[in-house]
């Protein structure tokens, strides 16, 4: 009787109150990126808005590297471009892709500060935050949730020990796909963002 109660938008270590999510989102600002397809050859410096289209999020897992998803570069090569939430602009291109996994690698032409990775798993009912792009903003976006499958299995897909997917609860945007999947440490279980119809 007489206690004041406050909710908190994460329990677990790393995100005690509701300062976690603006931090979490500076922290990935760095790291995440808009990737654009470019229908022009102008030097970075030249490029405008009108130059690129928008198609998906990527995160830096090493710092010459991006992760991302296959399925956003169906069709002839093209040049590639991304922007880190934090405004940087860089060349990127596409080295390698499995559509069994829908996971892609860019090699960027710069230095980026790398995301770490969750040596484990995530647990059923662990609150996780996507942090992507969408295509009108500038800024990373951080949309949080729960795992509620951490060994999904689809038909149709083949098993492989050394893959996994992960089913999440939680709202997407579009523009999203390729977004890292952070669990409240900041760090990335070893996943990317994808929708599966």
């Not at 296959?70 to 471009?81: C, S």
Request: aromatic fraction near 6%.
């Amino acid at each position: 009787h007489g206690e004041s109660r406050k909710t908190h938008c994460f329990q677990e270590p790393g995100f005690k109150d509701e300062q976690g999510v603006p931090e979490l989102l500076s922290f990935a600002s760095l790291r995440v990126a808009s990737v654009f397809i470019s229908e022009t050859n102008s030097p970075m410096e030249e490029l405008r808005e009108e130059d690129v289209v928008f198609v998906g999020s990527a995160f830096a897992f090493n710092r010459q590297s991006l992760a991302t998803c296959a399925h956003l570069f169906q069709g002839p090569p093209r040049r590639l471009v991304v922007r880190f939430g934090d405004g940087r602009w860089a060349n990127a291109e596409l080295r390698g892709s499995s559509t069994v996994t829908d996971v892609a690698v860019l090699k960027l032409d710069v230095q980026a500060s790398p995301l770490t990775f969750s040596r484990s798993l995530p647990k059923q009912g662990e609150r996780v935050v996507v942090c992507g792009m969408t295509q009108h903003g500038q800024e990373v976006v951080g949309l949080s949730g729960l795992v509620s499958q951490p060994r999904q299995r689809f038909r149709g897909l083949p098993e492989e020990p050394s893959m996994h997917f992960v089913q999440l609860a939680l709202p997407t945007l579009p523009g999203m796909s390729g977004s890292p999947v952070l669990n409240s440490e900041g760090k990335e279980p070893p996943g990317v963002c994808a929708m599966v119809a």
